[in-house]
């Protein structure tokens, strides 16, 4: 069965950077897209951005562009999230999630907290 | 800036229907997909391309459309439909980017 295995609970101090694995199982990972979706504590889901694991074409959020770098290892089927010069705002839920097309998000993964705290 | 608005909270009781909506600033130039989250888990699809539904989602959970407005209709609503509903489609910039609304509390009465 289709399953997105996320990488643990981080914590880092403003102005580092923070990468976040999404390894996938139960699929042929180059046929779908991968989406980065996040959620601060108590707040709504806010879209980061997406790869397409194929050729590693790539799409960011406006307001994150710049921070944030998305890649892929076909080897392993796993997808990365990496964002950078973070805030206290960054502190979220990161999910990464399994996309047929560009617009629709159909498999979750379990989500990775992301904490920023000096 | 486009958005999908979505009410803050609906209340049903046991058994009632819920309706919770979703309404674009223009009609989205994609489908709409409705997403359900429940304390501490991951969101789940519970509607896509406007009206389907997924496998294994029950048949109580539809969608339909009307104009600029989509609605998720939740018929015979269980204790266990309490959770978060979030619309979700693109932002009309045509830059393959996904936009969802603010969410819905769904509360059972």
């Known amino acids: 069965q289709e399953q997105l295995v996320q990488s643990g609970a981080a914590v880092k101090k403003p102005g580092a950077s923070v990468k976040v694995s999404c390894k996938a199982s139960?699929?042929?990972?180059?046929?779908?897209?991968i989406h980065w979706v996040r959620q601060a504590p108590g707040q709504g889901l806010e879209w980061v951005g997406i790869i397409n694991p194929a050729g590693g074409s790539t799409s960011y959020a406006q307001k994150l562009q710049g921070r944030v770098t998305m890649t892929r290892d076909t080897s392993t089927s796993t997808a990365y999230m990496e964002l950078g010069s973070l805030t206290s705002d960054d502190t979220a839920i990161y999910y990464c999630?399994?996309?047929?097309?560009?617009?629709?998000?159909?498999?979750w993964g379990q989500g990775t907290l992301v904490t920023v705290s000096s | 800036s486009y958005e999908l608005t979505q009410p803050p909270s609906v209340s049903v009781s046991p058994g009632q229907t819920a309706k919770i909506t979703c309404s674009a600033d223009a009609l989205p130039k994609q489908y709409v997909n409705w997403y359900q989250q429940k304390p501490g888990q991951a969101p789940v699809l519970v509607i896509h391309?406007?009206?389907e539904r997924p496998s294994g989602i029950p048949e109580r959970f539809s969608g339909s459309t009307s104009g600029t407005t989509v609605t998720l209709t939740i018929s015979a609503v269980q204790a266990e439909d309490e959770a978060d509903y979030y619309c979700q489609s693109d932002d009309n910039s045509g830059s393959y980017h996904v936009l969802f609304g603010g969410g819905t509390k769904l509360t059972v009465l």
């Open positions: 139960g699929y042929t990972f180059t046929s779908f897209f």
């Open positions: 391309k406007d009206i």
């Open positions: 999630a399994r996309g047929p097309d560009q617009y629709e998000l159909d498999y």
